[in-house]
């Protein structure tokens, strides 16, 4: 677009640059002035910077030593308590050794091992519950501290002590060693363990029972955050004698790291957890502490990052501050000269010194405000041009109108003059014998034909005229209930129809049934009186089809034109009303070329809001229809579309449709 003047940047004068204008222009270089991203990039970097600094030292440190202070926490609970337990173990292997270290094993005297049994027992203290002595067959208990074991067999007795024994008797032929139950048993409320060694003289074993309760208690009894216990190598807890499936930390590493005999640590989602094996035996104890305790450390983190919060409110604010100023002011100053534009003031000052977004932004706004004056003015020609061409289309429609009125006026009138003199000429002929009457009969008879076509070509012209006017009032209507009704109006001898599915759309009822009527019409003019209609739904409309002799290639494109026909008689409008009426509803229509027998004739858009199917509105087609179908003058000259010719009588035959 051209404006009158020159460009808004030649017209307005520059404003004196500001003080911090200049000094920016000094300090920062053009791409950045230039540039908002950038300068607002700038900004945003040194902050980032700034809080990246602060957050990453201060996690680096407290992450040290919070993971430092869990790792040593609970390693050394966990040794501690590994000592603890086997400190414990070995002086009952201890107690086990010097009491099956006694020669009175050698006698084979019940009542002296029972004595010196329980003289052993008073002397090792309270944690040893029981002393007994099973035979050199390793089945039969000999003598104990509890009478009512001896003579009685340990698989019924005492299953528990099955293992140890065997252990004890089978691992070597070291009679020094002494062996451990896996896991406590329960007796008498109470929880024990096993320890079992071959007596120095004889084949027998001794079994010492102890409380492991006794020996445990000192697990719980340290002032730390971890919760203690003790399982064995399968994971079961050794002091839990009724569980049944292992613990669910026997399947981590960490575990499998502490049976080969080392510490190990495992963090599981709401605690860590230390491994640590107990020397002398197949024991594991573990510790368990809560995160929540253990990293008591969060309190370093927390103030940390109260502070990087803080660092970074205080850096955005100064950002904030520095860029609104440079951001939010001149957008106000924008919309106010925007809504003064929207006012109606083309004049608002649009100019601004600044080189970067912002300012071209100012400068976009200014040659759109030239534009803008520019298409108004278009606009409001382009509206005058409209309204012309409104008021000339109604224009047109009144004279199509006045056209329709006269077509029929002016060709009635001739009809009923030649309809007089043919009325006298059959009188005329019925009473003279003399005359050929035959030749004369056959004038009668194409007087009779002509006056029977040029009604018909009138019917058809005000029909296609007026069809093909806009549609303003529709109902709702069933398909097949109008192909049914249209049919019951056609003459259709043997012709029959089917109707094969139905749908429902809004449209002009009577217009609607005149088209169905016009295509049952054609069908049965162009297949014979046996040939079958068939119609039905479409995804997009319906389709009227039959089964007669079909529509050559050639004449597919000819078959909705003015004065087509291809039948004797025909007017030539029977299909053109057809489209007319589809047009008018906004749909199309189509001949179906796919179909290799009969005709097809397919109407699509049905029941689409909106349409567009045509170019060319209702009132452009019946401006067009009205130009093609001007009458010809008193001499039978042409019309303007050239669909009629001068019989050299004065009238003009129109060509034929199918």
Known sequence: MTGTGPP??????????????RLARSV???VVRRNYALKFALALLVVVLLIAAIGIV???QIQEIIEDDAENTLRSTATIQADSVSEWTAGMESQTRGIAASDVYGTRDRERIRDHLRDSQTLVGAEIVGAHYVGPDHEAIVASTDPDYEGRAVATTVPAWRGPIERATNESDDRRTVATSDRAYEHNGQLLVTFARPVRVGDGVLVLVADVRQGFERLHGTDTIATTSVLNTDGHEVAAPRQTWPVALADTPAFETARQGETETHERADDVVAFAPVDG???????????????????????NVGVLVASSLVALAVVGLVLGRG??????????????????????DLRTDREDEIGRLFASFGQMRDALREQIRETEAARERAERSRREVARQNERLDQFASTVSHDLRNPLNVADGYRE????ELAENEEIDRERHQEYVTRIDESHDRMGAIIDDVLALAREGES????????????????WSN????????????????EGDRDRLLRALENLFRNAIEHGGSVVTVEVGPTEAGFYVADDGSGIPPDAVDEVFEYGKTTTEGGTGFGLAIVEAIVAAHDWTIEVDETVTEGATFVVEGVGVDGAETETETTDERATAEAADFTVGDENGNENEDGNERDDGDGRTQPTHDL
């Open 327 to 348: 951001t939010v002011l001149p957008l106000i100053r924008l919309r106010e000269r925007t809504q003064e534009l929207e006012a109606g003031n083309f004049d608002a």
């Open 28 to 30: 920062l270089p053009g």
């Open 8 to 21: 808004t940047s030649e017209r307005e004068e520059r404003p004196e640059r500001s003080f911090g204008s």
């Open 471 to 486: 549609i303003d009032d529709t109902v709702e209507i069933d398909l097949e209930e109008l192909a049914t009704a249209a």
């Open 490 to 505: 056609v003459d259709h001898g043997e012709a029959t129809l089917s109707v094969v599915g139905t749908r429902t759309f």
């Open 281 to 303: 035996t197949d024991w594991i104890v573990v510790a368990e502490a809560p995160k929540s305790q253990l990293y008591e450390a969060s309190e370093t983190v927390g103030r």
């Open 424 to 427: 006298m000429l059959a009188m």
């Open 58 to 60: 201060s996690f680096v």
